[in-house]
């Protein structure tokens, strides 16, 4: 992502009924709104629920996490992490995902900056239904050096094998200047899959590509060539992974793929997006095709996405939603049999610098902007 400020948010105006024309193969679709439901949170950048648990809760970069209440950030805080984290740019608390037993062990997940710069990806535990975590719960899972304050990733997610993902950036500055995107012995340009519920502090899971043959590559990676993964999702109705590539200069990308396939090659930093990057080289043989790519200055830094599979809006199921930090439009595509179809620009205004879209308990569907604005998509 690009460096999270508010000098660039302040160039992103807030919602707005100007109708945008539509990029060229776009539709422009009417039949949505986006609906402010909270504001006053402090630069949001993400947004879930918890099983068993209605609340809605966001991540604030600067270490808590708050729900929202009466359409503002609550006064109660699940957890303050400001103390042990680097706050600025693209560092902070980043992530939160919650065990999909939650609702019996109590299990949740952050991903955070420390105070050095590293990435932690830590669990505490928290009674459900509780306002915070239990005092003295925390455990830390994963730690990963990190060579610059930027592209440090951020997201994770449990997939639909009850694994625990986490994207890692390419470890920062630009072009990925020690090739790591490409390099099987680090973990930074990758996706991770690590199995929490076995082993301390996790198990390498079956399946990873390296788990049989660790002196290939790191046992903890499932996929490759990423550049940025700010953030992802699961599909768990059609079993699908759904990543946002930030790029580089040039290009920004969408990308969908099998949930299930190991050892995928997204192509940084020999390709950005569907193009060559830097001088010629062949690209990676079994490397993924962006499902959906767009060029600068259309954005600057893709966020996304999420299939919709609420239920109050039953004609959008399956569609995947996505937007830009800097362009703040809203756009979907759908997918079938690898194909792209039905791509829309929705008319919804400018939603402000967008960070995330999460989903509440009923799976409707939100947008967070770094303003600290959460808007909820409905029906016109």
């Not at 709104?33 to 609340?55: E, I, Q, S």
């Not at 996790?202 to 993964?229: C, K, M, S, V």
Request: hydrophobic content about 35%; some cysteine.
């Amino acid at each position: 992502m690009l460096a999270l400020s508010m000098t660039v948010a302040a160039a992103v105006p807030g919602a707005q009924s100007v109708r945008a024309a539509a990029p060229t193969g776009f539709r422009q679709g009417d039949s949505l709104k986006a609906v402010a439901v909270a504001d006053g949170f402090d630069h949001p950048l993400f947004l879930c629920t918890a099983p068993g648990d209605a609340r809605v809760f966001v991540v604030e970069q600067p270490g808590r996490i708050r729900w929202i209440e009466g359409g503002r950030p609550s006064r109660g805080v699940i957890l303050d992490v400001s103390s042990q984290l680097r706050y600025g740019g693209e560092q902070g608390l980043l992530g939160l995902a919650f065990h999909p037993a939650f609702a019996t062990n109590g299990f949740l997940y952050i991903n955070y900056t420390d105070r050095n710069g590293q990435t932690q990806v830590v669990r505490y535990t928290m009674r459900a239904g509780s306002d915070s975590v239990t005092a003295g719960s925390s455990k830390r899972i994963l730690t990963v050096v990190q060579p610059f304050a930027n592209h440090n990733g951020g997201m994770l997610a449990f997939g639909p094998d009850g694994m625990l993902y986490i994207g890692m950036g390419d470890g920062g500055a630009g072009g990925d200047p020690f090739g790591n995107g490409q390099n099987l012995r680090t973990l930074l340009g990758k996706m991770l899959r690590l199995d929490v519920d076995h082993s301390d502090p996790y198990a390498i899971p079956q399946g990873n590509p390296f788990h049989e043959r660790p002196g290939d590559g790191r046992a903890e990676i499932w996929a490759t060539g990423l550049r940025n993964p700010w953030r992802f999702s699961f599909d768990f109705t059609a079993k699908l992974l759904i990543i946002g590539d930030v790029g580089q200069n040039r290009y920004e990308e969408m990308d969908v793929v099998d949930a299930a396939r190991a050892g995928a090659n997204y192509g940084w930093n020999v390709r950005e997006g569907a193009h060559g990057f830097g001088f010629p080289r062949p690209g990676p043989k079994n490397r993924i095709e962006p499902a959906v790519e767009y060029a600068h200055p259309d954005g600057c830094s893709v966020t996304g996405g999420y299939a919709y599979r609420g239920r109050a809006l039953p004609e959008l199921a399956g569609t995947i939603f996505y937007s830009d930090y800097c362009g703040g439009w809203l756009r979907s595509f759908r997918w079938k049999n690898g194909k792209v179809s039905d791509q829309t620009q929705w008319n919804v205004g400018s939603l402000g610098s967008v960070t995330s879209f999460g989903e509440d308990a009923e799976r409707e569907l939100y947008v967070v902007a770094y303003e600290g604005k959460i808007w909820k998509l409905e029906a016109k």
